[in-house]
Nanobody, 122 residues
Framework: VQLQASGGGLVQAGGSLTLSCVAS????????VAWFRQAPGKEREFVAG????????YYVDSVKGRFTISRDNPEGTVYLRMNSLKPEDTAVYYCAAGQYNYAVLPSKYNYWGQGTQVTVSS
């Protein structure tokens, strides 16, 4: 599975962005997919995850109610809709795919995209 993340950019606090993670490979539809983020000087942090069928979704507490993860398996794409963005959401966002549901550790994911920068100004 190869992943490519896109959709990042510069947005003011309170604004919205939608990230996309496009996958290639036959096994994508059977993988759980997650979004992680990494701010400068900080460890990579789990943000949101979704199982292969889309009926198991989980978020880190800090984004609940603001971010929505979804997937379109025929299109090979996972989305992260981010609303009410805050300066503390500024980070490089990565998508990752793996075989475990509810996995929040980066080590549980086998495939990674290249990252897309999200910057939220105050």
């Amino acid at each position: 599975v190869q992943l490519q993340a896109s959709g990042g950019g510069l947005v003011q606090a309170g604004g919205s962005l939608t990230l996309s993670c496009v996958a290639s490979g036959r096994t994508f539809s059977r993988n759980a997919v997650a979004w992680f983020r990494q701010a400068p000087g900080k460890e990579r942090e789990f943000v949101a995850g979704i199982n292969w069928s889309g009926d198991m979704i989980y978020y880190v507490d800090s984004v609940k109610g603001r971010f929505t993860i979804s997937r379109d398996n025929p299109e090979g794409t996972v989305y992260l809709r981010m609303n009410s963005l805050k300066p503390e959401d500024t980070a490089v966002y990565y998508c990752a795919a793996g075989q475990y549901n509810y996995a929040v550790l980066p080590s549980k994911y086998n495939y990674w995209g290249q990252g897309t920068q999200v910057t939220v100004s105050s």
